[in-house]
């Protein structure tokens, strides 16, 4: 049983170590992706993709956020629904960003974190590039969409901790 456990980690760890590869030079191991990351179990999974990991953080944020809200102003769940569809039309998921207006670009970078996201998740399963340049979002957009993601998170996080305490008395 132990030696199942070494070996599965062991297997994780190296595919950590392979898949992180394409930001320090080129990939070539990209079609093993999939066998190596298919025990969500494992906490080494999550260190495989970066950028989803950051992206946990944005939707485990909101989801504090909304939830504890939520408690107390119960017609919150039907806005909800109708930001979260404005949210996926307004994230370039299905459509490219070049399609926006120059104009528009910046602002849908910084305001909205998932434009980012979008944009890696693009280059990197539809056209199957690394971060090494070319079509990828700046580091300092990066960073941005982290900041963002990070203050909704903490944001979420202390008001979820705040309202805790009540939620029994409004259920």
Request: hydrophobic letters at 50%; glycine letters at 6%.
């Given at each position: 049983?132990?030696?199942?456990k070494i070996k599965?980690?062991?297997?994780?760890?190296?595919?950590?170590?392979?898949?992180?590869?394409?930001?320090?030079?080129?990939?070539?191991?990209?079609?093993?992706?999939?066998?190596?990351?298919?025990?969500?179990?494992?906490?080494?999974?999550?260190?495989?993709?970066?950028?989803?990991?950051?992206?946990?953080?944005?939707?485990?944020?909101?989801?504090?956020?909304?939830?504890?809200?939520n408690v107390f102003?119960?017609?919150?769940?039907?806005?909800?629904?109708?930001?979260?569809?404005?949210?996926?039309?307004?994230?370039?998921?299905?459509?490219?960003?070049?399609?926006?207006?120059?104009?528009?670009?910046?602002?849908?970078?910084?305001?909205?974190?998932?434009?980012?996201?979008?944009?890696?998740?693009?280059?990197?399963?539809?056209?199957?590039?690394?971060?090494?340049?070319?079509?990828?979002?700046?580091?300092?957009?990066?960073?941005?969409?982290?900041?963002i993601t990070l203050?909704?998170?903490?944001?979420?996080?202390?008001?979820?901790?705040?309202?805790?305490?009540?939620?029994?008395?409004?259920?």
């Amino acid at each position: 049983m132990a030696l199942g456990k070494i070996k599965r980690v062991w297997w994780q760890f190296t595919g950590v170590l392979i898949f992180n590869t394409p930001f320090i030079g080129p990939n070539h191991f990209a079609w093993l992706t999939v066998p190596v990351l298919n025990c969500y179990a494992c906490p080494l999974a999550q260190g495989a993709c970066p950028i989803g990991t950051i992206q946990y953080f944005l939707v485990i944020g909101m989801t504090l956020l909304v939830s504890a809200l939520n408690v107390f102003f119960r017609d919150l769940q039907h806005l909800i629904t109708i930001v979260m569809m404005v949210w996926f039309f307004g994230t370039p998921i299905i459509y490219p960003l070049s399609m926006v207006p120059e104009n528009f670009q910046p602002y849908m970078k910084f305001i909205n974190p998932m434009t980012i996201y979008a944009s890696y998740y693009r280059n990197i399963f539809y056209y199957v590039k690394y971060p090494e340049g070319s079509g990828f979002p700046s580091i300092i957009e990066t960073i941005t969409a982290l900041g963002i993601t990070l203050l909704i998170f903490f944001i979420g996080y202390f008001v979820f901790k705040k309202l805790e305490p009540r939620f029994a008395e409004e259920i």
